[in-house]
């Protein structure tokens, strides 16, 4: 006697199917997703550098308005005594890494100051800059009257 299994053969396909197709849909969606997460990262990423900039640039641009100073030299030896960084006649440079602490090499930020002399101001720019230069993040412009002229 032969017993007929009521189940027909191809029976287990459409559970399959479903699950197939419910693995798709949540591929597809994973990957919308994620690419959101990356882009929202990203942003973050920037609001953070925008917002570490503006208080390190506005940070050096007053101590420089603060400095009773004669010469872009002796600014540039005062900030580089306060804040770091390398200071010659042209300007200051101050590194920074990823975690906006200062580093001597492997920098992903840089600070820098130009200042300009003339016969009763001192004025110039203060810059927060990507390590190649390429993204500006904060830039100010910065005049100080000379402290034995001041009244």
């Not at 016969?119 to 904060?138: H, P, W």
Request: aromatic share 8%; net charge neutral; glycine share 6%.
């Amino acid at each position: 006697m032969k017993i007929e299994n009521s189940k027909k053969p191809n029976s287990f396909r459409a559970p399959l199917l479903e699950l197939v197709i419910i693995i798709g849909i949540f591929a597809i969606v994973s990957v919308y997703l994620l690419r959101m997460f990356m882009a929202s990262d990203k942003l973050r990423g920037n609001a953070v550098a925008t917002t570490e900039s503006v208080l390190l640039t506005q940070s050096v641009a007053e101590y420089i308005k603060g400095l009773d100073k004669n010469t872009p030299a002796d600014i540039y030896a005062e900030l580089a005594k306060r804040f770091g960084g390398n200071s010659d006649q042209s300007g200051l440079k101050i590194k920074y890494g990823k975690s906006f602490e200062k580093v001597e090499s492997n920098e992903k930020y840089t600070l820098i100051v130009t200042l300009n002399d003339s016969d009763r101001l001192i004025t110039g720019q203060v810059g927060f800059y990507s390590a190649d230069l390429e993204k500006s993040y904060c830039v100010l412009e910065i005049a100080k009257e000379k402290a034995d002229e001041a009244e």
